[in-house]
């Protein structure tokens, strides 16, 4: 049953609060640090245009993916976002499967931000060791979460236009010191002409791709606090899917045409770093970069914590977790204990420094890509799901329905493939961690049958 604002704050319902804007602000602020780090990583392998093909690429897929999504999440607005809908159409082992790979985007996501919010501190104070500021991060946000989503949501959507602001003000300080010349060059995978070869770059570069628009589907998991869900998602994520694509476009094409991009392709500060060659090191504007580009980093963070902890939540109130982790705090009514829970994994791998040189690619790249690894099985089994509950329950209520059905959902679906054979060939150690993962998981899973059955029940959940 879908809660109500009076639903005592001791119960497993959670309270209905947030309107159309404050949804906007969460969509897209849990995605925007996506355009301050992370995607840069795309261009050691594939070049600044082999990325930009890349980038269209899953451009088409997540626009399809968030029209085709947004069905789902208005007409079952359930917590656990993918998990709910996914149980709904295949049962408790699709739902499995859904659950387990929204918890590994939303759970490993969160610290390769904090990690780049580390690095942009550190520009600030060198002598500090980034992760002591990533662990700092995880400490005031999980406290700013805990004493309420309506609060969390104010923050976020503060944060959020900050972020914005600050992004097309880089585009404007930059655009007098950009070239095409500097941005096409060795544009493809190191190469000034497109051939044969950069085509492997091209794919392997898939999940910074990913990376500019991963987790906006996190807002959907807000779906049970919002007001009027199948209304205010809607807009919410049509609004976001249009800001996040224009400002992806944006940043990636100016920090590409200021000097040598090849300097910024490895680092976790990029645009810090691309403004430096326009204005100086001792620019107020490369200060303020720093210092205002902070909050996009801060909102995507901040966001995500909300998302993995309603993950959780939704996860251990249905019984695929430990009942312990669906409690919530007597005084907020928010979900304490799954804040906690994701916290330790998130500082546990920040402090894995010998995931460092594991396949590769830096600590960063790696957190980066295992968190794409589950977003892209979440979306193919939600495509799947939207697919199939058309079929099965045709008059389940939909006031929004996926637009050029079933062509959208089916090109996020062909997409998605494509994106996840190209992760697998290149990332094969992290697939197979990520499949002794999703092994652990299943155990516990097949162990812990009666332990659903006793589970509350939940009307989302199933059509019955």
């Known amino acids: 049953m879908t ?3 009076a639903t005592p704050r001791t119960t497993s319902q959670l309270q209905q609060v947030l309107g159309p804007f404050q949804l906007w602000g969460i969509a897209v602020g849990l995605v925007i640090s996506g355009e301050y780090f992370g995607w840069s990583y795309g261009w050691n392998s594939a070049g ?3 990325f930009l093909v890349a980038t269209v690429l899953v451009a088409t897929m997540y626009t399809t993916f968030i029209f085709s999504f947004t069905e789902l999440s208005t007409a079952i607005p359930h917590a656990g976002g993918p998990f709910a809908y996914a149980r709904r159409a295949f049962g408790a082992t699709g739902g499995f499967v859904a659950g387990f790979a929204t918890l590994v985007e939303f759970v490993f996501a969160p610290p390769a931000i904090a990690l780049a919010i580390g690095a942009y501190l550190h520009v600030q104070f060198p002598g500090v060791d980034p992760r002591y500021f990533a662990l700092g991060a995880y400490a005031i946000f999980i406290a700013l979460n805990w004493v309420g989503v309506g ?4 923050f976020e959507l503060f944060v959020t236009l900050l972020a914005i602001f600050e992004l097309l003000m880089f585009m404007g300080v930059v655009a007098p010191g950009w070239s095409l010349a500097a941005f096409t060059a060795h544009g493809w995978a190191g190469s000034d002409r497109f051939s044969a070869a950069a085509v492997p770059g091209i794919f392997a570069s898939i999940p910074f791709a990913i990376w500019f628009f991963l987790a906006i589907e996190g807002a959907a998991m807000a779906a049970e606090e919002a007001r009027d869900p199948r209304h205010t998602i809607p807009i919410a994520y049509t609004g976001g899917i249009v800001t996040l694509v224009v400002l992806a476009f944006g ?4 920090a590409g045409g200021v000097g040598d991009w090849r300097t910024i392709a490895n680092i976790n500060d990029p645009l810090p770093q691309a403004m430096k060659v326009v204005v100086g090191a001792d620019s107020g ?4 970069l720093v210092w205002i580009g902070l909050f996009g980093l801060v ?6 914590t909300m998302g993995y902890s309603r993950q959780i939540f939704a996860l251990a109130r249905a019984g695929y977790l430990p009942p312990w982790f669906a409690a919530l705090s007597p005084r907020f009514g928010t979900p304490h204990r799954a804040l906690l829970a994701g916290g330790v994994v998130g500082i546990v791998a920040i402090f894995s420094d010998e995931w460092v040189s594991f396949g590769g690619q830096t600590l960063t790249a790696n957190i980066v890509t295992m968190a794409v690894l589950g977003a892209i099985v979440m979306y193919l089994v939600s495509m799947a799901s939207l697919l199939r509950l058309r079929r099965t329950e045709p008059n389940l209520p939909r006031s929004y329905r996926a637009p050029f059905y079933p062509v959208f959902p089916a090109i996020a679906f062909g997409l998605g493939l494509v994106c996840l054979g190209a992760m697998v060939w290149f990332n094969g150690l992290l697939t197979l961690l990520f499949l002794g993962l999703m ?9 812990t049958g009666e332990q659903r059955r006793r589970a509350a029940p939940d009307a989302l959940l199933s059509a019955d």
């Not at 092994?439 to 162990?447: E, I, R």
């Open 3 to 5: 809660p109500t604002p």
């Open 251 to 254: 940043v990636m094409v100016f």
């Open 299 to 304: 909102a995507s963070f901040h966001g995500i």
């Open 285 to 288: 504007w490369l200060h303020m």
């Open 48 to 50: 600044t245009l082999g």
């Open 439 to 447: 092994a652990v998981a299943y155990g516990y899973f097949l162990a």
């Open 151 to 154: 609060i969390a949501a104010a």
